[in-house]
Nanobody, 125 residues
Framework: VQLQASGGGLVQAGGSLRLSCAASGRMFSRNCMGWFRQAPGKEREFVAAISRSSARSAYADSVKDRFTISRDNDKKTTYLQMNSLKPEDTAVYFC???????????????????WGQGTLVTVSS
């Protein structure tokens, strides 16, 4: 599985961005997907995750009610809609994937085998 993240950029506080993660390969519908981020000088942290069928999702407390993860299995793409952005959301955002059972949800970085290259989100105050 190869992942290509896009959609990052510079936005003012309070603004919105939508990140996309396009996957290659035929087994996208069998992958759990996740988004992580890494700010300068900090460790990579979990942002959001979604199950194979979109039935389940999970969010970090810091982004709950502001970010929404979704996926389109026909387009082999996962999205992260980010609203009400704050300067502390500034980071490189990575998408990740791994095989999982239908009802499962992966939320830690060690659960994911495949990673995209990252896209930079900068939120100005």
């Amino acid at each position: 599985v190869q992942l290509q993240a896009s959609g990052g950029g510079l936005v003012q506080a309070g603004g919105s961005l939508r990140l996309s993660c396009a996957a290659s390969g035929r087994m996208f519908s069998r992958n759990c997907m996740g988004w992580f981020r890494q700010a300068p000088g900090k460790e990579r942290e979990f942002v959001a995750a979604i199950s194979r069928s979109s039935a389940r999702s999970a969010y970090a407390d810091s982004v709950k009610d502001r970010f929404t993860i979704s996926r389109d299995n026909d387009k082999k793409t996962t999205y992260l809609q980010m609203n009400s952005l704050k300067p502390e959301d500034t980071a490189v955002y990575f998408c990740a994937a791994n095989d999982c059972i239908l009802s499962n949800l992966l939320v830690t970085s060690r659960d994911f085998a495949y990673w995209g290259q990252g896209t930079l989100v900068t939120v100005s105050s």
